[in-house]
């Protein structure tokens, strides 16, 4: 509910100090406010209050909260939206942005390759409720161009794909859905509000799991969603104040303070990145490695336009499939196996039999989510301990 009031900062201090607002006690570190209700001063305040709420004029915290709103507030001026609504985690934060604007015969085309649980909200829950949902290739705008057209009412795609690491024209594709009036939709995680100016490139509305680079040491579950004035405050607020998916004042001034350090914390993770992915590629025992800052990657020049740098995600195939692949994650002694992203320890995943385990053999086929693909999230390590750990790992999958 907060619209960002910004002075002109430069990012890295808007995330120091954008939406701070102090109580009588003049408190340096922000506070929190764990706080349902709010108490009315009289039967007609109360009354006056349920007629036109301010950012000030809290009623409940499902609605809204002075913590919630500080957080959302720091992180639409981050961004450069007008506007930010808060949401309990980053899948909350999806749906609320589709089925808050979406009816019955609307249409809305969608990148194929997708995180499995925004798949499933795209294929399953949407069409549910008659909105037609097309498929395309992300990468290729001729299939964009050709799903797109006149009832369009959105178009839906994560800049960065998840696990494969394609990066999709934002500029381009935008320009296709503009062209029909339909709103361009951004699950923007994996290139974090760090690394891209996505409003900027022509999104409408930015989306985020908190869960992942906001808090980035793997404690709260939170989404946000980005957008114009009119979006958030006349489309998604209206749906997500009933439907009950708001972030809890706990969780907003835990991401409040973690977006203090995002910028470099971001910044070191995505330069180990390259560091590991530069000392990766040629290895025995991979067949590929794909980072966006790689020049071997197909859509580097893309990549290196759109974003400052290449991120803090890579994926790599390991040369014999599960089996290697197993032998490989089960020797690492430093990155440690499991399947959030973006956080300071270093997390290594094998999206075939867990993220994407639903999926078809066809659909991970067309994914390119092959038995050998392992997702590395890069953390804070010390990256010559990581390169370490995974030469180690590798000598284990090749040697067995
Ligand atoms: C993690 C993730 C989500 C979902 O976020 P949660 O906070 O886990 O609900 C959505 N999109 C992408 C790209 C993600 O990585």
């Known amino acids: 509910m907060a619209d960002a009031k910004t ?6 201090t808007r995330a120091v100090h954008g939406g701070t607002k102090r109580s009588q006690y003049g408190e340096v570190s922000e506070a929190i406010f764990l706080t349902q209700g709010f108490v009315y001063d009289s039967a007609e305040a109360a009354e006056a209050r349920f007629v036109e709420t301010g950012p000030d004029e809290y009623i409940y915290a499902r609605y809204g909260n002075p913590t919630v709103a500080m957080f959302e507030e720091r992180i639409a001026g981050l961004e450069g939206a007008e506007a930010a609504f808060a949401t309990a985690s980053g899948m909350a934060a999806v749906n609320g942005a589709l089925v808050s604007m979406l009816r019955a015969g609307d249409h809305v085309v969608s990148a194929r390759a ?122 998604v607020i209206p749906y997500m104040k009933h439907t009950g998916g708001a972030m809890s004042p706990f969780n907003a001034w835990v991401m409040l303070k973690a977006l203090e350090t995002m910028d470099l914390r971001c910044r070191a993770q995505a330069e180990g990145a390259l560091r590991i992915a530069t000392a990766l590629e040629g290895q025995a025992g991979l067949t590929r490695v794909i980072y966006p800052g790689l020049a071997s990657h197909p859509q580097h020049g893309l990549a290196m336009a759109q974003m400052e740098k290449g ?58 989510i092959s038995p050998g693909l392992v997702r590395l999230s890069v953390g804070l390590e010390d990256p010559d301990d990581l390169i370490a750990d995974l030469l180690a790992g590798l000598a284990a999958a090749v040697g067995a």
């Open 311 to 368: 991120g803090t995600m890579i994926a790599m195939e390991i040369a014999g499939g599960q089996a290697a692949a197993f032998r490989f994650l089960n020797a690492l002694e430093t990155i440690i196996i499991s399947n959030n992203l973006g956080d300071a320890k270093s997390i290594i995943t094998h999206p075939a039999t867990t993220t994407h385990q639903r999926l078809s053999d066809a659909q991970k086929q067309r994914l390119g």
């Open 114 to 235: 997708l995180f499995g649980s925004c798949l499933y909200i795209l294929e399953e829950v949407l069409t549910r409720y008659g909105v037609e949902v097309s498929f395309v290739d992300g990468t290729d705008l001729d299939q964009w161009q050709a799903a797109i057209r006149p009832e369009t009412k959105a178009v839906f795609f994560e800049s960065i794909s998840n696990p494969t690491l394609e990066v999709i024209d934002i500029a381009a594709v935008s320009r296709l859905a503009h062209a029909v009036g339909a709103l361009v939709i951004v699950d923007n995680v994996f290139a974090t509000p760090v690394f891209q100016d996505t409003m900027g490139l022509g999104a409408d509305v930015v989306i985020y799991s908190a869960t992942k680079h906001i808090d980035g040491q793997g404690r709260c579950l939170g989404g946000v969603i980005l957008g114009s004035h009119d979006y958030i405050n006349k489309t």
């Open 7 to 12: 002075p002109n900062w430069k990012p890295r």
